[in-house]
């Protein structure tokens, strides 16, 4: 298994322009989140959702959207991109496993820069 | 979910025992003590849980109070590549109940 893959690594974006950040996971696992990072601070959560078709809010949502058409994949799509979204993005995935942990799965994360 | 407190940051030799210590001193009946880590910047790894009792796995060993309130995480053998910033976080256990970080303690193992 691959787990949770994300694309792209980097990006650098003009204000205004948007984008999408690509994440997958071949678990199969029914729920996936995005979290954002900024410098020295911890994970904040921005979307979540808890199986195909089903999305919600989390702490940061705004300037964010989500859609989760497939178990596989749940994309996050930028607007409208502003410096405040300068940041590091972890895509993350978790299932009711056997083991009782509910550990979350955590991609490599995609760093954007917005200038 | 409950808040948790823990020292921004400690050193342990390698070698030594790590003790990572929280406190959670608000956790309700039904929330577990999480604990995860993330080396330099890549995505958090989950280490081990627990709701009472102590446990132990192949990464490491949970200590929990009797009272539930505090909490430490001992990395038995710590070397260079267990530095990182060790979360713990405190949450009813459900898949989809996505995670609440802090700040988290910076472990810098030194040799």
């Known amino acids: 298994n691959a787990g949770v893959t994300q694309t792209p690594k980097f990006q650098v974006l003009k204000t205004g322009q948007s984008m999408t950040l690509q994440c997958a996971q071949d678990?199969?696992?029914?729920?996936m989140s995005w979290y954002r990072q900024d410098p020295g601070m911890g994970l904040r959560l921005i979307h979540y959702?808890?199986?195909?078709?089903?999305?919600d809010q989390g702490e940061v949502p705004n300037g964010y959207n989500v859609s989760r058409s497939t178990t596989e994949d749940f994309p996050l799509r930028l607007l409208s991109a502003a410096p405040s979204q300068t940041s590091v993005y972890f895509c993350?995935?978790?299932?009711?496993?056997?083991?009782?942990?509910?550990?979350?799965?955590f991609g490599p994360g995609t760093r954007l820069t917005v200038t | 979910d409950a808040k948790t407190t823990q020292p921004p940051s400690m050193d342990c030799a390698e070698g030594r025992a790590a003790n990572l210590p929280c406190n959670h001193s608000?956790?309700?009946?039904?929330?577990?003590v999480y604990w995860y880590r993330q080396i330099h910047s890549q995505g958090p790894q989950y280490i081990i849980h627990?709701?009472?009792n102590n446990e132990t796995n192949e990464m490491a060993s949970l200590i929990i109070t009797e009272d539930r309130k505090s909490s430490t995480l001992i990395l038995p053998h710590a070397t260079l590549r267990d530095t990182a910033v060790y979360y713990c976080?405190?949450?009813?256990?459900?898949?989809?109940?996505?995670?609440?970080f802090g700040g988290g303690t910076r472990l810098m193992v030194k040799p």
């Open positions: 959702s808890v199986g195909a078709g089903i999305t």
């Open positions: 678990m199969n696992h029914e729920y």
């Open positions: 627990g709701l009472k």
């Open positions: 608000t956790i309700s009946g039904n929330e577990y």
């Open positions: 976080i405190v949450r009813v256990a459900y898949a989809g109940n996505m995670l609440t």
């Open positions: 993350a995935s978790s299932y009711s496993g056997t083991s009782g942990s509910y550990e979350q799965y």
